[in-house]
């Protein structure tokens, strides 16, 4: 049996009897409806998490918080809207909500490639302490974090740079690095090695 959106009466057929409107959608075309718009947001995520790794950033976890909320934003409404059943009434602006999110996480992807593989500037050389060595292990793999002191930037007591498993290895706390850090096409600063002096 179908269900009206608009005067909540139930009926069999194309149309309410009531008042002539087309059934309700179920979930699951709702989903289909979204399908493509989530794998766009899902692609931005993934091209984020590419890019990062090839040219990361000195300050990435603004992009990354940016990242979050383009892609649990749009999920949200959607558990809302489906849990007080406006879903299928929302459909329209789940579609924006969940294209311009997605779009933008595309966008910001492309900002990051710019950014790192179009930048022309000479690299430099700033050196630095070893102040602390983390891992964590999560269900994206295991993370090395290094963080040196002091910084080479103005209004900063040290950085905190993601690196690989091969260059956690070959720092040690307390002595010193090199870290070859580039400007950036965009302005953004980002680094492409840590290693031991």
Known sequence: MAHCPNCNHSFTGK???????????T??????????????GIAGLFGILLVAWRYPLLDQDAIFAAALFLIFAPILMYLFLAI????????????RAFGWCGG???????????????DGHPSTLESSVV???????????????????PSWRPGRSKEKLPVNGETY?????????????HKGALGL?????????
């Not at 149309?15 to 959608?25: F, R």
């Not at 007080?84 to 579609?95: F, I």
């Not at 933008?104 to 179009?118: E, P, R, S």
């Not at 290895?169 to 850090?181: C, D, L, P």
């Open 27 to 40: 979930p699951a075309q709702i989903n289909q409806a979204l399908k493509t718009r989530v794998w766009l």
């Open 104 to 118: 933008a996480l595309v966008a910001l992807v492309l900002l990051l490639w710019i950014n790192g593989a179009l």
């Open 169 to 181: 290895s070959t720092v040690y706390m307390g002595k010193t690095v090199a870290i070859e850090v």
């Open 84 to 95: 007080r059943k406006r879903a299928a009434a929302n459909l329209e602006l789940l579609k």
């Open 189 to 197: 600063p980002w680094f492409s090695s840590v290693s031991p002096t």
């Open 15 to 25: 149309l309410c009897p009531n008042c002539g409107s087309p059934p309700a959608l």
């Open 131 to 149: 102040v602390r060595k983390s891992v964590s292990h999560g269900r994206g793999g295991t993370h090395y974090t290094v963080s040196v002191s």
